[in-house]
């Protein structure tokens, strides 16, 4: 698949589900960019990720719809008509999934299904991409994981994840609408949510290098990781939305190679010229769940679709730390905003997961 996929978005009708979220205002851009009718459907469910101002510079060229996709009758209407459906929305904190499994079942698995039944009984003829997570694997087995892997959660934000999954292929394998799903591993960018640390810990440590606080590492930092740019995963999400030799499969969204936690925060004090490092002993409660190092393999999907990661760790953290030091404003709550009289002291955040 070379530029054909891109040509194939010009004058389409286009939904992304999470619209407002991170990935999903990155792809909402991209798709502008290449002529694409975009619909924004984002709930704006507050600590979610949704933000208006991830679509400054836009707004005119798309259309937004703020509506929750767990209302049956609201996605019966807003999936008509449409070619692709980006299936972006979700909970994806693995600490708010422990605290309150029900929204979590709801919003994960349940809205899901809303989607897929609105498609199967009114657009039957759409194709769905599904923004998975490499959470549903576990503790891995083997290194790198591949699409093999047995599925494994666990969590349950992880469990639900894999649920609705296979929502997806059940309704591409049974019912006939065209569906696949891309497990994303630790994307990160520009339009991240960074004003809590339960969504993306690379979005948390950016936030404490550009205010010049305390990253804390678990152990040594030698864990190993793979990072996506936010482009790269919406170029990914644009090759399986105009493809169907993708369909009713899933794929590995991952980085080019694993990096080390020690190796990740170095390189990102250097590029933003503050924070620093402080390595800490795990709290016996983060060492029962850790899974240990994690990355995947792509290749199944760069086999599929031609698919590669072309933006560099170095890179990424340099165009996403120039953004929010134009932008941290839009991102954080008034009371933390630089300047502000009431904004709380600097502490050592840590990420829920790393």
């Excluded at 389409?12 to 924004?40: K, P, Q, Y």
């Excluded at 031609?306 to 953004?323: D, Q, S």
Aim: net charge neutral.
């Amino acid at each position: 698949m070379t530029v054909e996929y891109r040509e194939f978005y010009r004058g389409r009708a286009v939904m992304i589900t999470g619209g407002l979220g991170f990935i999903g205002s990155n792809l909402a851009r991209a798709l502008v960019d290449l002529g694409a009718d975009v619909l924004l459907v984002d709930s704006l469910i507050p600590d979610y990720g949704g933000n208006l101002f991830n679509i400054d510079g836009i707004a005119d060229r798309i259309t937004v719809n703020v509506a929750d996709i767990r209302q049956q009758s609201t996605m019966n209407y807003l999936v008509r008509d449409r070619d692709v459906i980006f299936n972006l929305a979700g909970q994806v904190s693995h600490i708010d999934s422990m605290r309150d499994p029900y929204t979590d079942l709801e919003i994960n698995c349940r809205s899901q299904l809303t989607v897929l039944e609105a498609c199967r009984n009114h657009n039957p003829g759409v194709k769905v991409v599904f923004a998975g997570t490499r959470q549903v694997y576990g503790k891995p087995a083997s290194l790198p994981v591949d699409e093999t892997h047995l599925v494994r959660p666990t969590d349950v934000n992880g469990i639900n994840k894999a649920a609705g999954e296979y929502y997806h292929l059940v309704y591409n394998n049974v019912f006939g609408v065209r569906a696949c799903s891309l497990r994303l591993t630790n994307v990160y960018g520009p339009r991240q949510l960074i004003k809590h640390n339960r969504q993306g810990f690379v979005a948390w440590f950016i936030r404490l290098a550009i205010e010049d606080r305390t990253i804390e590492i678990y152990g040594d930092g030698s864990q190993l990781r793979d990072f996506v740019y936010v482009d790269d995963a919406a170029d990914a999400f644009l090759r399986a939305g105009a493809s169907d030799t993708v369909n009713g499969e899933v794929f590995n969204v991952g980085g080019n190679q694993p990096i080390s936690h020690r190796h990740l925060t170095s390189l990102l004090v250097d590029i933003a010229g503050s924070g620093h490092v402080e390595y800490v002993e795990w709290p016996a409660e983060k060492k029962a769940i850790d899974i240990g190092s994690f990355y995947t393999d792509s290749s199944k999907f760069l086999r599929t679709t031609g698919w590669t990661p072309a933006v560099t760790l170095a890179e990424g953290l340099r165009r996403t730390v120039e953004f929010y030091r134009q932008h941290l404003n839009q991102y954080l709550e008034p009371r933390e905003t630089p300047g502000s009289p009431t904004r709380q002291p600097r502490w050592g955040g840590r990420s829920e997961r790393v």
